[in-house]
């Protein structure tokens, strides 16, 4: 008797062995699985950004580009401000020949 209890807790240790080995099988290829879906998602991610970086301009282009529209806003600034102080010449050269024009008929009228 005693050797058939011992069979019976050895066959009932066989079985949960067996069950507890399937259960890591199963549990290992679900990890595998994960695992390649993770990977499938960060390839996709690595295409994406690769796609993306290509459409950016780089830094030295960009500085460059920069620099450039500087100078040439600040040229037009210059002739804008060159102008109008010319045009302020202008405008009051106009006004005092008026001033005076206008004095001089009021004087020459008023006679």
């Known amino acids: 008797m005693p050797n058939t209890d011992l069979q019976t807790r050895l066959s009932v240790v066989e079985h949960s062995l067996e069950i507890r080995l399937e259960a890591a099988e199963k549990a290992l290829k679900l990890q595998a699985e994960e695992y390649s879906r993770r990977l499938d998602i960060l390839n996709g991610e690595a295409d994406r950004l690769r796609q993306m970086q290509s459409t950016y301009v780089p830094r030295e282009l960009w500085d460059n580009e920069h620099r450039r529209l500087m100078t040439a806003i600040d040229s037009l600034n210059s002739f804008r401000d060159a102008s109008l102080g010319r045009y ?21 009228l008023g006679k």
């Open 88 to 108: 302020s010449a202008i405008a009051i050269l106009v006004s005092g020949g008026v001033s005076i024009f206008v004095g001089l008929l009021v004087h020459v």
